[in-house]
């Protein structure tokens, strides 16, 4: 048959807990702001959703710089939040991003259980798609990875935000954690309707001459390529431990690397540091997918997720 | 479609071919690029746009994760050349430097906020301040405000004579005071005194910019800063490279690379 069958656009049609996408790739919280920089780039309404920054109650200035550094394959980051405050995102970012057609993931983090709920409360009317639970923010001391790294932390927020969320209710979890899969299915028992991962594994380098570290905030999160077979194990981990759907992420940066996380047993994937170091990657690794998904004459998605084969 | 200036000089990933390589100085090397249609840009069938002076190029370096922000040094819109000046200062900057002519490279550009060339007009002339390897983008400011016919005169800094680069080229838009091991704002200050300044624009090490600071602050002088930062995307979006800006509210973190690099030495921090 002709190759046209194979590529038509709705082979890419992806439901993610109810929410229609136009493919399964989806922009990282905090690598894509709020989509207005990279929209002056290419038509960012190209991309399956987006997930924003990650948001709080109240307005933060995040950590002082240094707030990068380049390791082999990846980069650390100590942003700390950053955020306009949940308010501000509502009224000056989110209708722009609607009127786009954009599938909106508000990504929501705090260091209180009231502070999570609170922010879950004011997007409950907004018209943000998906609610995706930020656990797992390695770069601030009070806040959300204390509620990630335990099952029954993990569990508990994730059953105070269910009762005052409207959206689907995903929960981004921690790779810094021994068991992810048991936090999967305490967030899963609590109501998720869907979980990602991983966020960024804490790391930190020394600068040899003045021995200090690198970053002022001492760690930061390690992300990019470095940490994509860490990311892919996790994601089989998961997902054959929960029945809702698996978002990966972590390292992606071309179309095989999505399909290893698909075949690992991810509905969608999320792509973060690849569009810091290539500003055209979402459009270029949709494009590789497609092609992909052509030349393995792959025409149901669904045959793809999950298709991992014993060895 | 590409009509309004913002479109023109909008960012673009690029493609560049090495076409000289000259030894400055020390650790300082020039290259000389030619600017080949980005895909993008090809795509939309524009013309790459024209930086203006304190724009940065954003460079993907071979065998490095991050791209690296490098000013623009002078760029000829008839030829659509790009100079860039790179002093090696660690791993990314050395490999750059170390490329051969001919070789290609991937670079968004340009971006960031250009020094204000227009409000030179109104102080009648501009005065350069640069510390080292950030007299790279005052290189092309000044060419740019003597194509104008405005007055420049320039206070460069340099650590040693192995280190001094651009001199020759400065005194052709002025005259120069050269500083080798000394402050270079001490000059300044001592010029200052005598002869009303123009609007200053400024690149360097934080120590001379903190210093500029306070020479112009009692004296109410106007300046513009170039200022550096450890950069991700180079856009905007990513938010780590922050530096601290005075804001009506106290304080605010401003990103270098979509507010700045170019901010009003008022507003800036200097912690
Ligand atoms: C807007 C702007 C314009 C610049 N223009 C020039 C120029 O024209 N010529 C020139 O030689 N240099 C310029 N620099 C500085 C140049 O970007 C750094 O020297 C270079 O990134 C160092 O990389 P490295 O791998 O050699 O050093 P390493 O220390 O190995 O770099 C490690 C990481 O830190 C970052 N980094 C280190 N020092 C700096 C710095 N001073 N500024 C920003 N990031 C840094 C690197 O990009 C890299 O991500 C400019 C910086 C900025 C922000
Ligand atoms: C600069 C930067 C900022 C980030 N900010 C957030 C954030 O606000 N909320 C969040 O849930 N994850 C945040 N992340 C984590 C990413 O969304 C993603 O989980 C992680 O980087 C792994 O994917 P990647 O390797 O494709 O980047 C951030 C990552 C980076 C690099
Ligand atoms: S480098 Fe990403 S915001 Fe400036």
């Known amino acids: 048959m002709s190759e046209k069958r194979f590529a038509a656009k709705d082979v890419l049609i992806t439901d993610l807990c109810g929410v229609r996408l136009k493919n399964p790739l989806i922009a990282a919280s905090g690598t894509f702001g709020f989509g207005r920089e990279y929209d002056e780039l290419y038509d960012i309404s190209c991309w399956g959703a987006i997930s924003v920054k990650g948001l709080t109650l109240h307005p933060r200035l995040g950590n002082p710089p240094s707030r990068i550094a380049e390791s082999a394959s990846g980069m650390l980051n100590s942003v700390g939040l950053q955020n306009p405050g949940v308010d501000v995102f509502i009224r000056d970012e989110l209708p722009w991003l609607s009127a786009r057609g954009l599938v909106v993931i508000a990504n929501a983090a705090g260091s209180t259980e009231d502070e999570y709920t609170e922010v879950v409360r004011r997007l409950a009317d907004s018209p943000a798609d998906i609610i995706e639970l930020n656990i797992s923010c390695p770069n601030v001391k009070e806040g959300g990875l204390l509620f990630g790294t335990s099952p029954s932390c993990a569990g508990a927020i994730t059953k105070a935000v269910r009762r005052v969320c409207r959206q689907p209710l995903m929960v981004k979890l921690s790779p810094n954690v021994s068991d992810i899969a048991g936090i999967a299915r305490a967030v899963e028992d609590a109501g998720a309707d869907a979980v990602s991962l991983i966020n960024t594994l804490t790391g930190m380098l020394v600068d040899t001459r003045t021995r200090r570290p690198v970053l002022a905030n001492v760690t930061g999160g390690l992300s990019g390529p470095a940490i994509k077979p860490v990311a892919i194990r996790m994601v089989r981990d998961v997902s054959s431990a929960v029945k809702v759907p698996v978002v990966g992420m972590g390292g992606i940066s071309s179309g095989d690397d999505v399909a290893q996380f698909m075949i690992a047993g991810a509905s969608a994937v999320m792509i973060g540091t690849a569009n810091i170091v290539d500003p055209m990657a979402g459009p270029r690794i949709l494009g590789e997918f497609e092609r992909f998904l052509v030349e393995e004459k792959i025409d149901d998605l669904s045959t793809l997720v999950g298709s991992l084969k014993a060895k | ?271």
């Open chain 2, 1 to 271: 479609m590409m009509s309004s200036d913002k479109e023109l000089n909008s960012p673009r990933e690029r493609t560049a071919t090495i076409i000289s390589k000259i030894h400055a100085a020390s650790d300082v090397v020039e290259l000389i690029m030619e600017i080949n249609e980005g895909r993008e840009a090809a795509m939309l069938g524009s013309r790459f746009s024209s930086p203006l002076p304190g724009q940065f190029a954003h460079i993907a370096v071979p065998g490095s994760f991050l791209r690296r922000p490098l000013s623009v040094a002078g760029f000829d819109d008839e030829s659509g050349r790009l100079r860039i000046i790179v002093r090696r200062a660690g791993k990314g900057s050395s490999a750059l430097a170390s490329l051969p002519v001919g070789s290609s490279l991937n670079l968004l550009f340009p971006l960031g906020n250009p020094f204000p060339m227009e409000l030179i007009e109104s102080f009648g002339k501009v005065w350069i301040v640069a510390g080292g390897i950030g007299l790279a983008p005052l290189l092309f400011a000044a060419r740019r405000a003597s194509q104008r016919r405005l007055a420049v005169r320039s206070f460069v800094g340099f650590r040693d004579d192995t280190h001094v680069f651009g001199v020759e080229e400065l005194e052709e838009y002025g005259p120069v005071s050269l500083v080798v091991g000394g402050v270079v704002t001490e000059r300044l200050s001592e010029v200052m005194d005598r002869e009303a300044p123009g609007l200053i624009f400024a690149c360097g090490p934080a120590p001379m910019l903190g210093a500029l600071r306070l020479v112009c602050a009692p004296r109410g002088v106007r300046a513009f800063v170039s200022l550096e930062e450890r950069m991700g995307c180079g856009v905007g979006a990513c938010l780590v490279c922050n530096c601290g800006i005075k804001s009506p509210d106290g304080f605010a973190y401003k990103r270098v690379c979509a507010d700045g690099p170019v901010f009003d030495i008022s507003e800036v921090g200097f912690e």
